[in-house]
């Protein structure tokens, strides 16, 4: 368990460039508990100096792709994402627009992945941008490859969002290394 962590944690932080300085505390972990062939725990970083922290863990709450995926004005889903986790693509403008787009919707919080699907262990740093604005949201960084299996998962299924658990305290689960993605080492 711990040896594997710490492995893990040098894996993850050994190779990744700018993340280097990312602690594993620093993580924050999801589990999808539906559509069941991604029933696995993510992991993402919280964004570095804007948003909110989770206050509450939600044992059940949906995630919702957000429509258009950039999140970047007006949303067709927006009703969908009320009170909800909204799943946006990086892209088009600022991570912080788009946090402000999902709480301006009533989102709980933002999940927003790399628009590189290839990205399977690539952690950005999601800073504050220049318009000195705020979000008091939560938002995460997700890997473009596990957005992209969650958003692919969906559509195969035509389920218009997953339903996960966050935040996955994962030192209490000693299964945590079978439960992440099968595509997490390739």
Not at 64 to 86: H, Y
Not at 91 to 96: A, E, R, T
Not at 145 to 166: C, F, K, N, T
Request: hydrophobic share 40%.
């Amino acid at each position: 368990g711990a040896a594997m962590l710490g492995w893990l944690w040098l894996w993850l932080c050994g190779c990744c460039g700018p993340a280097r300085g990312l602690r594993i505390h620093e993580y924050l972990y999801f589990q999808v508990l539906s559509p069941g062939d991604i029933r696995y725990i993510f992991t993402a970083t919280p964004a570095k100096d804007f948003g909110g922290v989770f206050n509450t863990r939600y044992d059940q709450i949906h995630l919702v792709p957000a429509d258009p995926p950039e999140a970047c004005g007006e949303l067709n889903n927006g009703v969908f994402i009320q009170d909800q986790i909204a799943l946006v693509e990086r892209g088009g403008c600022s991570f912080l627009s788009k946090t402000r787009v999902i709480q301006e919707h009533g989102g709980r919080a933002v999940i927003i992945a790399d628009n590189a699907y290839d990205n399977d262990s690539f952690y950005i740093e999601m800073v504050q941008d220049s318009s000195r604005r705020t979000a008091d949201i939560p938002a995460l960084f997700l890997l473009g490859r596990d957005g992209y299996m969650i958003r692919r998962s969906l559509e195969q299924h035509g389920l218009p969002w997953a339903v996960i658990s966050i935040p996955v305290n994962v030192t209490s689960i000693p299964t945590y290394e079978m439960m992440q993605p099968p595509w997490t080492f390739w």
